[in-house]
């Protein structure tokens, strides 16, 4: 049974800094990708940041330059540093994780960027 454990969420103010991170129950080699997606209230989930089995990494727009993903083989978890934040990235973030049979999710984090 693969599970996705995210942590690292909570209230910031803007301009602040979070670290998310997703620990996987099986070694995320077994993943081709792997990412964070985040939805806010009354909207669709929507893709943050991803990273390939081969270190490529991927970002929307809008957090290019202040969101860094990463993986940590060793420890089997993806984290992502999101810096400068701003309210508009207040949202549930959520881990993902793709194999060749299907993909899964993490139960999600709440970040709040509010003053």
């Known amino acids: 049974q693969v599970q996705l454990v995210e942590s690292g969420g909570g209230l910031v103010q803007p301009g602040g800094s979070l670290r998310l991170s997703c620990a996987a129950s099986?070694?995320?080699?077994?993943?081709?990708?792997m990412g964070w997606y985040r939805q806010a209230p009354g909207k669709q989930r929507g893709l943050v940041a991803r990273i390939t089995r081969g270190n490529t990494t991927n970002y929307t727009d809008s957090v290019k330059g202040r969101f860094t993903i990463s993986r940590d083989n060793p420890k089997n978890t993806v984290t992502l540093q999101m810096n400068s934040l701003q309210p508009k990235d207040t949202a549930v973030y959520f881990c993902?994780?793709?194999?060749?049979?299907?993909?899964?999710w993490g139960q999600g984090t709440q970040v709040t960027v509010s003053s």
């Open positions: 099986v070694s995320i080699d077994s993943f081709s990708v």
């Open positions: 993902n994780a793709v194999s060749v049979w299907r993909e899964y």
